[in-house]
């Protein structure tokens, strides 16, 4: 497990970095967790300006932690399609703060400091994201190694980055007990996945995804994208957006899916209400 937290404050040379103690990253996890208000607002400092615009979190395999984080302005980046989380205070930035150590400089120390007193979060500068149905964009999954290698189908119809091959279920405490339609089925539904007809459009929110099944074997999940296109991930290889054939995929129920012979329908997913591991 490594936690990795970077102050952004220069501009020509490189931000200050430091590794987390086992007991740090355990502690941010908790005053993350402990943060229940949510937004649609991104954090002001992603806009880029001079002098102080948050701190990044990237993580490998820490427990209850997104691989990416952004901090700043009281709001917590998951960099996805999801609700980020929003405090009306600079605690939790003022902790981060502390844990630099002599990776930051005296005189940045008082800067940021400066900028953090008296508790308030500044006006918020960045763009609204809507909750919206994701792009078809393979290089998220694909081109860092830890990522395409530790993220599985289920991970990708979800959009959601664990790096633990996620399984059905196994977010919500009661992974499947078989692989056929109706376990896995269930199993993802604990998960928060919401059985649908075939899609007619796109939700106001979260977005369409398939499940099929090689009977006794696996599962495979797709998902449909913002170009009205299907996609998926097969285990640890890259995110793609054709079958078996080399087809593009208009509908998972008729494409080329190899052994997956058995088709067990539609599910809306809303990654913000969905918990998966």
Same mark, same amino acid.
């Given at each position: =497990?490594?936690?990795?937290?970077?102050?952004?404050?220069?501009?020509?040379?490189?931000?200050? #970095?430091?590794?987390?103690?086992?007991?740090?990253?355990?502690?941010?996890?908790?005053?993350?967790?402990?943060? /229940? /208000?949510?937004?649609?607002?991104?954090?002001?400092?992603?806009?880029?300006?001079?002098?102080?615009?948050?701190?990044?979190?990237?993580?490998?395999?820490?427990?209850?932690?997104?691989?990416?984080?952004?901090?700043?302005?009281?709001?917590?980046?998951?960099?996805? %399609?999801?609700?980020?989380?929003?405090?009306?205070?600079?605690?939790?930035?003022?902790?981060?703060?502390?844990?630099?150590?002599?990776?930051?400089?005296?005189?940045?120390?008082?800067?940021?400091?400066?900028?953090?007193?008296?508790?308030?979060?500044?006006?918020?500068?960045?763009? =609204?994201?809507? =909750?919206?149905?994701?792009?078809?964009?393979?290089?998220?999954?694909?081109?860092? %190694?830890?990522?395409?290698?530790?993220?599985?189908?289920?991970?990708?119809?979800?959009?959601?980055?664990?790096?633990?091959?996620?399984?059905?279920?196994?977010?919500?405490?009661?992974?499947?007990?078989?692989?056929?339609? #109706?376990?896995?089925? #269930?199993?993802?539904?604990?998960?928060?996945?919401?059985?649908?007809?075939?899609?007619?459009?796109?939700?106001?929110?979260?977005?369409?995804?398939?499940?099929?099944?090689?009977?006794?074997?696996? %599962?495979?999940?797709?998902?449909?994208?913002?170009?009205? =296109?299907?996609?998926?991930?097969?285990?640890?290889?890259?995110?793609?957006?054709?079958?078996?054939?080399?087809?593009?995929?208009?509908?998972?129920?008729?494409?080329?899916?190899?052994?997956?012979?058995?088709?067990?329908? %539609?599910?809306?997913?809303?990654?913000?209400?969905?918990?998966?591991?």
């Amino acid at each position: =497990m490594s936690v990795t937290v970077t102050l952004h404050i220069y501009s020509g040379v490189a931000d200050p #970095a430091w590794e987390l103690s086992d007991d740090q990253a355990r502690e941010l996890v908790d005053r993350i967790q402990r943060i /229940q /208000q949510t937004t649609l607002l991104k954090p002001a400092g992603l806009l880029g300006n001079l002098g102080y615009r948050g701190f990044s979190v990237t993580s490998v395999a820490e427990r209850g932690l997104e691989p990416h984080v952004y901090i700043h302005g009281g709001i917590v980046d998951s960099d996805r %399609f999801d609700l980020n989380r929003i405090v009306d205070d600079a605690d939790l930035e003022r902790w981060l703060l502390s844990t630099a150590g002599t990776a930051v400089s005296d005189d940045v120390r008082k800067d940021v400091e400066a900028q953090l007193s008296g508790g308030l979060v500044k006006p918020l500068a960045g763009p =609204m994201v809507p =909750m919206a149905v994701p792009p078809y964009n393979p290089g998220k999954w694909n081109n860092d %190694f830890i990522i395409r290698t530790r993220n599985n189908c289920y991970n990708y119809a979800n959009d959601k980055i664990t790096n633990t091959f996620a399984q059905p279920g196994r977010g919500s405490g009661a992974a499947y007990s078989a692989l056929d339609c #109706a376990n896995v089925g #269930a199993a993802s539904q604990r998960d928060g996945q919401i059985p649908v007809g075939p899609p007619a459009g796109t939700p106001a929110q979260g977005h369409y995804i398939a499940l099929v099944i090689w009977p006794g074997q696996d %599962f495979h999940w797709y998902r449909l994208d913002s170009n009205a =296109m299907w996609s998926h991930k097969p285990g640890q290889t890259p995110a793609r957006n054709i079958d078996n054939s080399g087809q593009l995929i208009s509908d998972p129920r008729s494409c080329n899916r190899g052994p997956y012979t058995a088709f067990c329908g %539609f599910y809306h997913c809303i990654p913000a209400n969905t918990r998966i591991q």
